[in-house]
């Protein structure tokens, strides 16, 4: 039943109908819990909230699989806009993006037009972008593209999934770019193809993943809100005394919040990823996707509606 609920979730992640009507009716059926607002202005708070209790933060500008130059041009403008304003209001921040956002589908000049605008920006306000991964179908041209803007830039990172078979290997390959890494389980619908099926696989892999880049001597952030996942990466760094600036803990915004805390309590890096803007429907399907009991938010938001 939970897998069934889990594809069904996924599969209304990428229809567009639902996604054109999220945009146009804003934040909806207990979205709200997941994504922080509407506009940086209206996130700014609460990164300053999470800052204050010794979170660092990565804001996502909300948007994917977009079909328009105009639109890829706007997302990015969104991403800089972000930037100067972490950067003007003194904010503990980072930004997050999707390849799909910045044109993707639509050319590679298109993206690497887009990417170079905000890295520069980046570079200029001290603020570092790690592109998001998305599905397997995008994943070469994601890590190509992380690959050709890292020779030409510091402030870049990117994302590797632990359900994909081919992740350990994309780990000693891009370990020549001294790459800044945030490691995830994997949130799309894949096939046994190219991802293992079984959960406890993935989590065998991100095992396998989190030792080899951290013993790699490479930044590792570890996205996640499994304890098993956290207490193995505690465990790694203190048998290898890997020192607690070479890595942090990632989580998302509204999720386990007082593990966040906790974390912070222990002496950890903490970063809130904080999802904001108008295009939150696909974001809010694959979290409802990830554990189908949060449709119980979606029923209280329909309900109060
Ligand atoms: P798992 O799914 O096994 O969950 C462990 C426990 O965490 C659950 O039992 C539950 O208690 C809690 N939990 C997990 N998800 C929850 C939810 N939605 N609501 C409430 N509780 C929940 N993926 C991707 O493909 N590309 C990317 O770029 C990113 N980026 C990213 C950034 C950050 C900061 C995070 C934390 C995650 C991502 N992900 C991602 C998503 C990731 O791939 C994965 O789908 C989710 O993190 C869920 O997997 P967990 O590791 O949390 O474990």
Not at 35 to 47: L, R
Not at 90 to 104: A, E, Y
Request: glycine share 6%.
């Amino acid at each position: 039943m939970e897998q069934l609920l889990r594809n069904f979730f996924l599969f209304l992640s990428k229809n567009k109908f639902f996604t054109k009507m999220a945009k146009r009716y804003g934040l909806r059926f207990g979205a709200a819990r997941f994504v922080a607002g509407e506009t940086i202005a209206d996130v700014v708070e609460s990164i300053r909230k999470l800052n204050a209790k010794g979170m660092a933060v990565t804001v996502d500008h909300l948007g994917e699989f977009i079909d328009s130059q105009e639109e890829a041009r706007a997302a990015a403008d969104e991403c800089i806009e972000a930037i100067k304003a972490i950067s003007s209001n003194g904010l503990d921040s980072q930004v997050s993006l999707k390849m799909t956002s910045m044109g993707l589908d639509i050319s590679h000049e298109l993206v690497m037009e887009n990417m170079r605008r905000i890295l520069q920006a980046g570079k200029e306000h001290d603020v570092f972008v790690t592109i998001d991964m998305e599905d397997f179908e995008r994943c070469q041209k994601t890590i190509d593209i992380f690959k050709e803007l890292r020779k030409e830039y510091d402030n870049v990172g990117t994302v590797l999934q632990a359900y994909l078979y081919r992740t350990v290997e994309d780990i000693e390959d891009l370990d020549q770019y001294n790459p800044n890494l945030r490691l995830v389980k994997g949130a799309y619908k894949e096939s046994p193809k190219v991802a293992f099926p079984e959960k406890k696989d993935v989590d065998d892999n991100f095992k396998k993943i989190i030792k080899k880049h951290l013993l790699n001597g490479n930044y590792t952030a570890v996205a996640t809100h499994d304890e098993a996942m956290i207490e193995y990466t505690k465990e790694i760094v203190k048998k290898h005394n890997i020192p607690n600036d070479l890595f942090e803990f990632q989580m998302l915004y509204g999720i386990r919040v007082e593990r966040q805390e906790e974390l912070v309590d222990e002496g950890y890096k903490m970063r809130v990823y904080v999802p904001y803007g108008n295009d939150w429907y696909g974001f809010y399907m694959r979290r409802l996707a990830e554990r189908p009991a949060n449709v119980a938010f979606v029923l209280k938001g329909i309900m109060k509606k």
